[in-house]
């Protein structure tokens, strides 16, 4: 009798131990999908609005491409060395502001490099014989084209607010995926709701693959 006491007491520690195992681990998976979806929010709330906008482009204000041109002295002596030291003078110096890009020889003497911001690109053309800077400006400060190019944003060059955007993209992207696991777990934990899961899943799953087939080959 003892002895079938001990065994009943011994199974039951077990069972408990094995809800609170259970029970942790569905928690943490349903912290971490809680935090990830706060952090996922703000940013596929911004990709949302702007990508809304690239799509449906003929429902808002367009603007203007308005180009003009420059040629200034070049009173800051030219240097490939240093280039970004350089070009920040240069921005300063011409107040032009945004990401540059690096720079690249289109002539014996002649260099070129771009800034560009969501709305304006300038392309700058260093003539290092003549000591003259030439700058092209093409602006469009529509909200659309602006819109368009914060959506385009990517990689990491152009300096410190560039790299943590970039970042902050690569980690949405790493969300997105985390977010899905954590989902798909806590999914297949709920016994209740998971035979109407499959009813969502395969469908969906189905005809996403088919679109993507579809755009690949046809």
């Known amino acids: 009798m003892e002895h079938h006491y ?39 709330s911004f990709y949302l609005i702007t990508g809304y906008m690239m799509a449906h482009h003929q429902w808002f204000k367009q603007g203007k491409m308005v180009e003009t041109t420059r040629t200034v002295e070049l009173t800051i002596p ?5 280039q970004s030291s350089y070009i ?28 560009e911001r969501p709305g304006v690109w300038n392309e700058l053309t260093f003539d290092v014989k003549n000591d003259s800077l030439f ?15 914060m959506h385009h944003i990517i990689l990491y060059h152009g300096g410190p607010v560039y ?11 790493l969300g997105f995926f985390i977010f899905a696991i954590t989902g798909l777990l806590i999914w297949i934990k709920m016994r209740k709701v998971f035979k109407w899961g499959l009813y969502i899943l395969i469908p969906v799953s189905v005809f996403t693959l088919v679109v993507i087939m579809y755009i690949l080959v046809w």
Request: net charge positive; hydrophobic share 45%.
């Open 135 to 149: 700058i092209k400006t093409r602006a469009n400060e529509s909200f659309l084209r602006k819109a368009n190019r």
């Open 163 to 173: 790299v943590i955007w970039g970042i902050l993209v690569d980690l949405t992207i």
């Open 78 to 82: 030219f240097d490939t060395v240093h």
């Open 88 to 115: 920040r003078q240069i921005k300063k110096e011409y107040n032009i502001s945004g990401r540059t890009s690096e720079f690249s020889k289109v002539g014996e003497n002649k260099w070129r490099a771009s800034v």
């Open 6 to 44: 001990y065994n009943c007491f011994i199974s039951n520690i077990l069972l408990f131990i094995s809800m609170a195992r259970r029970l942790t681990y569905l928690q943490t998976i349903r912290k971490i999908h809680l935090v990830l979806s706060m952090f996922l929010l703000i940013m596929v």
